[in-house]
T-cell receptor, first 113, second 110 residues
Framework: NAGVTQTPKFQVLKTGQSMTLQCAQDMNHEYMSWYRQDPGMGLRLIHYSVGAGITDQGEVPNGYNVSRSTTEDFPLRLLSAAPSQTSVYFC????????????FGEGSRLTVL | EDQVTQSPEALRLQEGESSSLNCSYTVSGLRGLFWYRQDPGKGPEFLFTLYSAGEEKEKERLKATLTKKESFLHITAPKPEDSATYLCAVQGPSGSRLTFGEGTQLTVNP
């Protein structure tokens, strides 16, 4: 049982480049979300989805784009990377929106130069 | 705006030395309070959900309690394998997001 799988684990980008962080879950969870974790800031919600075709913004959505074409996958796109987007990104899922019992991936560490 | 403050930022204990971690919160209508454990280089792992003041949950050496303004994570006779960062989060009425604290980094020395 793989749970929540994120790729890549590490990535270095130059300012202005674009990239996609991949997230897949095999638990048939309806709710998926992306958080970023920064020192002194805690985990902050970027975007979330309550099912295929449905996405919404979280606390810090600017500079990021998401889509949800299948139940399993929830990619996060950085449109034009900036140094302020250097962070560790976590994908998390749960069986429904209102439960706080989230299953997290192992994270993707992104550095923007 | 929901707010979560955890203290202390870091805590060092000797093996067997019991202590408590604090999570103070401000939320307009608490839907739930959650504790997670995070090991270095890993994603957070769910530990407990608390829904109302007076509620308690236990798991091995950990016990979580909840009041109207704060939650405590009590660690009884900790072992080195309990070393991790412990995160507290609250969920408000909309249920659409969790607001996390910055965490308490616990180190248990043998």
């Amino acid at each position: 049982n793989a749970g929540v799988t994120q790729t890549p684990k590490f990535q270095v980008l130059k300012t202005g480049q674009s990239m996609t962080l991949q997230c897949a879950q095999d638990m048939n969870h309806e709710y998926m979300s992306w958080y970023r974790q920064d020192p002194g800031m805690g985990l902050r919600l970027i975007h979330y989805s309550v099912g295929a075709g449905i996405t919404d913004q979280g606390e810090v959505p600017n500079g990021y784009n998401v889509s949800r074409s299948t139940t399993e996958d929830f990619p996060l796109r950085l449109l034009s990377a900036a140094p302020s987007q250097t962070s560790v990104y976590f994908c998390a899922s749960s069986y429904q929106l209102h439960t706080g019992e989230l299953f997290f991936g192992e994270g993707s560490r992104l550095t923007v130069l | 705006e929901d707010q979560v403050t955890q203290s202390p930022e870091a805590l060092r204990l000797q093996e067997g030395e019991s202590s408590s971690l604090n999570c103070s919160y401000t939320v307009s209508g608490l839907r739930g309070l959650f504790w997670y454990r995070q090991d270095p280089g890993k994603g957070p792992e769910f530990l407990f959900t608390l829904y109302s003041a007076g509620e308690e949950k236990e798991k091995e050496r950990l016990k979580a309690t909840l009041t109207k303004k704060e939650s405590f994570l009590h660690i009884t006779a900790p072992k080195p394998e309990d070393s991790a960062t412990y995160l507290c989060a609250v969920q408000g009425p909309s249920g659409s997001r969790l607001t996390f604290g910055e965490g308490t980094q616990l180190t248990v020395n043998p």
